[in-house]
C-alpha cells in the first residue's frame, strides 16, 4: 500500500503504470497542449494582422479625401 501514494499523500491516479506508458501518456498530454497553444497563438497573430490591416486601409482612406 506504501507504494500507491505520493509524496503528498493523496492516492496516485495511475497507480499500475509502468514508466513507458507514463512516458507515452505524458508525451500525448503535451502534444495536445502544444497544439492548443499553436492554435491560441496563430490565431493571435492573425487577429493581430488584420487590425493592422483595418489600420492602414483606414489611414489610406481618411488620407484619401
Do not use: H
Amino acid at each position: 500500500m506504501a507504494g500507491k501514494k505520493g509524496k503528498s499523500g493523496r492516492p496516485r491516479k495511475y497507480v499500475n503504470e509502468t514508466p513507458e506508458e507514463k512516458e507515452l501518456r505524458l508525451k500525448r498530454q503535451n502534444r495536445i497542449y502544444q497544439k492548443r497553444f499553436q492554435d491560441k497563438k496563430r490565431a493571435e497573430r492573425k487577429e493581430l494582422a488584420l487590425q493592422i490591416a483595418k489600420q492602414k486601409f483606414k489611414t489610406e482612406i481618411e488620407g484619401g479625401k
